[in-house]
């Protein structure tokens, strides 16, 4: 980190508790640039623990209550409004970089100078390769995930939405993880940033959507790497979380086929995902979907 020149990257962290990890993707975040950064922890805790309190008193670091629980896509716009810096880092908590990430993730801009956002390859502890680099849920991939996801993984609309097939490699894609992701800030500004109407889940598939529509490319980065340590914040309220995807799934695809022509269409899409969310809940099923396969050593051979 350059001590005093302007920041290039505001970091955004949303966080909930999570005192355990924040000092962890703080120690990481400083090995993962040499470029000036500026942090925002957003802090949706009704009640501030010590790990963030502390992690708020760093240099680099301002802490920002929110008051309440207001959701992740409410807390990050909270924690982007007044930036300066031309690019934004939205991040969980839960994230720990690798040496040089979030370099890679600015130097990718010299080759896709049309790209609104930027996400790196995410492995989870064990070293498995999650696929955060995915297409936009249609009709005909989203019905297929979901019906087969979880009884035969390698089905093909799996395949074809989470994007599995071959090595990871820098592409365009759909949408990117918002587990973590960099964002021009103009890109984000343009679209008014997250919709606040989604708590939890889908509100980074809208806002990628968004963004491509406004004429930014989505680019996937793999030679970034970023280890997703776990859902922290969800762990205590699994079955919360399940409600809130379905809720939120619903929301996304009731406004991509809005109006009283598709209203048959909404109609069968909320019975299916009622049962669906039932067979989740029933089962304790992840309701993702099937789990990633390809090892992070692919990632190896994944630099542009």
Not at 75 to 102: C, H
Not at 224 to 251: C, D, F, K, N, P
């Amino acid at each position: 980190m350059v001590v005093g020149a302007e920041p290039e990257v505001r970091v955004v962290v949303v966080t909930y508790h999570s005192g355990e990890v924040i000092g962890t993707f703080l120690d990481t975040l400083a090995k993962a640039t040499s470029r000036p950064y500026e942090v925002v922890i957003a802090d949706n805790s009704p009640k501030l623990d010590e790990g963030t309190a502390a992690a708020g008193e760093r240099p680099e670091a301002r802490l920002l209550r929110t008051g309440s629980n207001l959701g992740y896509g409410a807390a990050a716009n909270r924690g982007a409004a007044g930036a300066a810096a031309p690019w934004l880092l939205i991040s969980n908590a839960d994230i720990a970089f690798r040496p040089g990430a979030l370099d890679e993730l600015l130097d990718a801009e010299a080759r896709w100078p049309s790209a609104g956002v930027f996400g790196p390859g995410i492995i989870n502890p064990g070293g498995v390769l999650y696929p955060s680099a995915r297409a936009l849920p249609s009709l005909g991939r989203g019905t297929g995930h979901a019906l087969l996801g979880w009884c035969w993984p390698t089905n093909p609309w799996t395949a074809s939405y989470r994007n599995e097939r071959g090595a990871p490699h820098e592409q365009i894609t759909g949408w990117l993880s918002g587990s973590c992701q960099l964002v021009r800030r103009v890109a984000f500004e343009g679209v008014r940033g997250f919709d606040e109407s989604y708590f939890m889940f889908m509100e980074d598939v809208d806002l990628d959507r968004r963004i491509g529509v406004a004429g930014w490319q989505n680019v996937y980065v793999p030679a970034a790497v970023v280890e997703h340590l776990g859902g922290h914040s969800t762990q205590r309220t699994s079955r919360r979380m399940v409600i809130a995807h379905h809720r939120s799934l619903y929301r996304y695809l009731g406004r991509r086929y809005a109006g009283p022509a598709w209203l048959p269409l909404r109609w069968a899409l909320g019975a299916a995902l009622a049962a669906r969310l039932v067979v989740a809940l029933v089962f304790a099923k992840d309701s993702a979907g099937a789990a990633a396969t390809r090892s992070a050593e692919l990632l190896e051979n994944s630099s542009p």
